[in-house]
């Protein structure tokens, strides 16, 4: 009798997705508020919805695309970026979401075993791509305590002692899950770092529309920095899977590399999803700014709800739709504390230990309604008060 085949280390060595075990959590209660995961509560545009509706019965909709994406919509892409984030010397290729557009871009720019370099609190689908593609020198740099910004004197130390260079640092442009802003100064000077060392510079601009009280977000090209955006969050397309890699123009092969990963995981990213893409740029940044800017309402309400926690504990919140907050220090166990706020308060948050945080916690004030996020609020300020006052009570 022969023994069961054995799983891929990589796959056994990668983390349990932390969305997957949240929405378990969540089926398991009754009555539960989620400001957990990073979702905003719009939907596409109503225009662009109902030009959707009158392609299902086109036959090219069920046929395969253009590995790169549609050519009309590549098109609208490059125009926005060099209208919108002066990019000028970028090429496209369109994605089944910003996600895969990281492991396409893991897989063609790294090898098993290269050494890359993340900022803690980090994304931590980011981090799951690199372990389950074998590249586990995985090294965690600081954030500034204060702003949560990438600490860019050690990046600067790491990317000196290490020989060789790592192969790709990685950032996200406003913050997730930390929700903090990067000004284009710091941007700039860990470009530089990283094009003096011959490393990769990879960011991810999803929440590039998500940024408050003035703030600009702005963008930077060279021959060694890849974007990455999305449709998800500013246009409401979650569950449509659209983002797209903005790669640079001039560095021979990366494209040719690129389709070889992009022909063996989706093909083209969904025809029907590029379409509803190209509709809704068709409205312009400002239909998603209007939406956008309303979230400040709700930012103020789970800050209010969080304020139990004390003046210094909650940071984050420039950009993004998140808050990081930390938890008092005997509460290390941050996972524990968000099991007992479901169960007992009927409120749902992200644990910081799946971004490289113990003892905080990940809110999102993108996903509700502002009464929905007021009855949150209150559900999360009622448990958190209880906790400092009386611990965990079952």
């Not at 392609?55 to 919509?73: F, H, K, N, Q």
């Not at 490059?78 to 089944?96: D, F």
């Not at 090294?139 to 949560?148: D, Q």
Request: aromatic share 8%; net charge negative; hydrophobic share 40%.
């Amino acid at each position: 009798m022969g023994t069961n085949p054995k799983l891929a280390d990589r796959a056994l060595n990668t983390d349990t997705p932390v969305m997957v075990e949240i929405q378990a959590l969540m089926r398991s209660v009754e009555d539960v508020i989620s400001l957990a995961q990073g979702v905003v509560y719009w939907q596409p545009p109503e225009q662009a919805l109902d030009k959707v509706k009158e392609i299902v019965w086109e036959p090219s909709t069920s046929r395969y695309g253009a590995d790169e994406g549609l050519p009309e919509l590549r098109e609208a892409l490059i125009k926005k970026l060099r209208e919108e984030n002066k990019l000028y010397n970028s090429s496209v290729m369109v994605t089944a979401g910003a996600n895969q557009a990281f492991v396409n871009l893991v897989l063609t720019l790294c090898d098993a075993g290269n050494s890359v370099v993340m900022f803690a609190p980090y994304y931590f689908n980011a981090y799951m791509s690199f372990q389950m593609t074998d590249v586990t020198n995985i090294l965690v740099g600081p954030s500034n305590p204060k702003t949560l910004q990438p600490d860019a004197d050690w990046l600067e130390k790491i990317l000196l002692e290490n020989k060789p260079a790592p192969k790709l640092v990685t950032i996200v442009n406003p913050g997730n899950p930390s929700g903090t802003y990067i000004p284009e100064p710091l941007l700039k000077r860990i470009s530089d770092l990283c094009k003096s060392a011959g490393s990769w510079l990879v960011v991810d601009n999803t929440y590039e529309y998500f940024v408050y009280d003035g703030l600009k977000h702005s963008c930077i090209e060279d021959n060694h920095i890849i974007n990455i955006f999305s449709f998800s969050k500013a246009y409401g397309m979650m569950g449509w899977r659209v983002g797209y890699i903005a790669y640079p123009s001039e560095v021979d092969g990366i494209g040719a590399q690129l389709l070889k990963v992009q022909d063996n995981i989706p093909i083209c990213a969904s025809i029907i999803s590029q379409r509803l893409a190209l509709y809704s740029l068709e409205t312009g940044p400002e239909w998603v700014r209007d939406r956008v800017k309303d979230l400040v309402k709700n930012r103020a309400l789970l800050l209010e709800a969080l304020s139990p926690l004390g003046e210094d504990a909650v940071k984050g919140g420039e950009g993004a739709i998140y808050l990081w907050a930390k938890l008092p220090d005997k509460y290390p166990d941050d996972f524990t504390v968000v099991r007992w706020l479901a169960r007992r308060h009927g409120v749902v948050v992200l644990p910081g230990v799946a971004s490289g945080g113990p003892g905080y916690l990940r809110i999102s004030f993108g996903g509700l309604r502002e009464a929905d996020c007021e009855v949150a609020a209150g559900r999360l300020r009622r448990g958190l008060e209880e906790l400092l006052r009386d611990g965990m009570v079952q």
